[in-house]
């Protein structure tokens, strides 16, 4: 194996997009480990060798074990790792963005920070998941009754469609086996598309916790962006899987949300959706200003000056007057 301290760190020029990646991976009952620039998964029936560059999010199940070496790699490039107990029970754990540029995390600070610009996103987060409904001159409490409504009758429409009984939604924290089969597959898909809308969330470099919707909760922008997909893509294939069977549903169900987001591009959807809500006047950074690591000062009116000069002036000893 590759002495790990040796090799160079990886740039986003050696990366795989964000779009193109495989959505997640789900891993139980094995060995993760590093080799070279891919990581291992070894299991009884032998080591399977997997590109860590071309994964999203990486799903552990239970009877996992992963090396010092394997999270390091998963870190570089940018893969999010989420630890997944037995009954949906989830810690989260991010790797380094594969942008160098602050440019997309700065301007969700500055559309955060205002409240107007902060509802005017949240009604744009509306538009995006209601399209046929125009969401201008709601409060926050008319956008969370108007979206609960939705939500509702989207349940009541897909419980029709596939012939499933539907009793409301019911879901205890920490236990996953406490509702019925549909029930349990509607939360089996809504924990893998928090884990890739926090796979998304990072490589872009934007913040987890700065959420228009959600508030108070590392997070909430995570939250924020996989409700976008959850009456479009989530629920439907809960429910199509819950109406084939009522056998291994957890596993089912992600195996059929996997093929729907690969079907529907929705790597690539999210990411532009996030670009549009955060750079409305579609400033989005360049290819080249992401792939390099350019680290300016703040000035006066908004001016960015060098870094690493020293700005007291030059100095005779030291005529280039770097720090």
């Not at 990366?15 to 997640?24: K, V």
């Not at 419980?159 to 939360?187: E, L, M």
Request: charged share 25%; with cysteine.
């Amino acid at each position: 194996m590759t002495d790990v301290s040796q090799r160079a760190a990886l740039t986003p020029r050696h990366l795989t997009r964000t779009g193109e990646r495989l959505s997640f991976l789900y891993l139980e009952r094995c060995t993760v480990h590093r080799d070279a620039n891919a990581i291992t998964a070894t299991d009884a029936e032998g080591t399977t060798h997997i590109p860590s560059a071309t994964i999203g999010t990486l799903l552990l199940g239970p009877g996992t074990r992963i090396t010092h070496q394997a999270m390091s790699v998963l870190g570089e490039t940018g893969a999010a790792v989420a630890w997944v107990g037995e009954h949906a029970v989830r810690y989260y754990a991010s790797g380094r963005a594969l942008t160098r540029s602050s440019a997309l995390m700065e301007a969700q600070a500055l559309q955060w920070a205002n409240p107007r610009t902060r509802l005017t996103v949240a009604r744009q987060m509306y538009r995006l998941r209601f399209p046929d409904e125009d969401p201008a001159g709601l409060t926050r409490r008319e956008l969370l009754g108007r979206e609960g409504k939705r939500v509702k009758d989207c349940y009541r429409t897909h419980a029709a469609r596939t012939g499933i009984t539907w009793k409301g939604r019911r879901y205890t924290p920490g236990d996953f086996t406490s509702g019925d089969t549909v029930n349990q597959a509607i939360t089996a898909a809504a924990q893998c598309m928090y884990g890739i809308a926090h796979a998304v969330v990072t490589s872009l470099g934007c913040s987890p916790a700065l959420g228009f919707v959600h508030s108070g909760h590392e997070l909430s922008f995570v939250l924020d962006i996989a409700d976008l997909y959850k009456t479009d893509i989530g629920i439907p294939t809960a429910f199509d899987t819950a109406a084939h069977s009522d056998e291994d549903i957890g596993s089912r169900t992600r195996r059929a949300l996997r093929d729907r987001i690969n079907e529907t591009s929705l790597l690539d959807r999210c990411v532009n959706d996030i670009k549009r809500l955060l750079l409305p006047d579609n400033t989005t950074p360049t290819a080249t200003a992401d792939d390099r690591d350019l680290v300016t000062l703040q000035s006066d009116h908004g001016h960015h000056l060098a870094s690493g000069i020293n700005h007291d002036g030059p100095d005779h000893d030291y005529p280039d007057h770097l720090w």
